[in-house]
């Protein structure tokens, strides 16, 4: 089965495989990156079963015919936090202005894709916002998605103070790294990731069991534990 996947549910997906292959015998053949990239590589007729991407994305590429209608649900929101190398001391972040000053702080800010995924656009929004753009900005180390940029924060090994910014989930599952605590309410990032059924899907079947796992209630606690709110209220 193809998915194509938001680098937010990227964890949560691989935590799983495995008891998809075992209830359904096939493999999750997955590609992960970038909301819009994913987005693009659907539109691009990438081969594509599911696709699980931002709600509002999923709602848009129904509305187009190139998801099926009806076959939508909900992983859950996912914030954006800060996050720091395992074992570095923690920077305040609580507030705009103790934000301001731990990013003039650091050594290395690490996010993802500015123009192509959800967080990475919205922290270089927050960075504009505190006026410190300019100032930080050979200090900026973007990767294509959120995973990444954790993977390379967790390898620095120099003295330099780094942090980085992008999904809560992305933070979690990513060994050598700690999340600080979400962006301050000013500034909060709270999406809701949601899949459906691609029009296009040579597995519809399976496509749809496997949405149901994604979603259902057996894998709620696993979510959770990822760092997916669900049934909460939150702004998006």
């Known amino acids: 089965m ?3 996947c938001a680098g937010a549910a990227q964890g949560f997906v691989k935590a ?3 008891a998809f292959l075992e209830a ?3 493999r999750v053949d ?3 990156g970038a909301v819009g990239a994913m987005r693009d590589l659907l539109l691009g007729g990438e081969a594509c079963d599911v696709l699980i991407v931002t709600a509002p994305m999923v709602a848009s590429l ?3 015919g190139r998801l099926v209608a009806g076959t939508e649900a909900a992983l859950g929101t996912v914030r954006t936090g800060i996050a720091i190398r395992a074992g570095d001391p923690p920077p305040e972040v609580s507030t705009p202005e103790r934000l301001r000053q731990s990013l003039l702080a650091a050594g290395a800010i690490y996010f993802p894709d500015a123009e192509r995924s959800t967080a990475g656009a919205h922290f270089a929004g927050v960075m504009s916002r505190l006026g410190i753009a300019e100032q930080v900005a050979d200090r900026l ?3 294509p998605n959120g995973a990444t940029a954790m993977a390379e924060l967790a390898a620095q090994t120099g003295a330099e103070r780094a942090i980085g910014c992008t999904q809560v989930t992305e933070i979690r599952y990513t060994p050598g790294v700690q999340l600080v605590g979400v962006l301050p309410t000013e500034f909060e990032l709270a999406t809701v990731y949601a899949g459906a059924v ?3 899907a040579a597995q519809p079947e399976l496509a749809r069991l496997f949405m149901e796992l994604v979603t259902g209630p057996q894998t709620r606690a696993l979510r959770e534990q990822g760092g997916f709110e669900i049934d909460k209220e939150i702004r998006t």
């Open 16 to 18: 799983l495989q495995d």
């Open 62 to 64: 129904q509305q187009e």
């Open 141 to 143: 180390r973007m990767h």
């Open 30 to 32: 997955a590609r992960f």
């Open 2 to 4: 193809k998915l194509l």
């Open 198 to 200: 691609s029009a296009t």
């Open 24 to 26: 359904t015998g096939a």
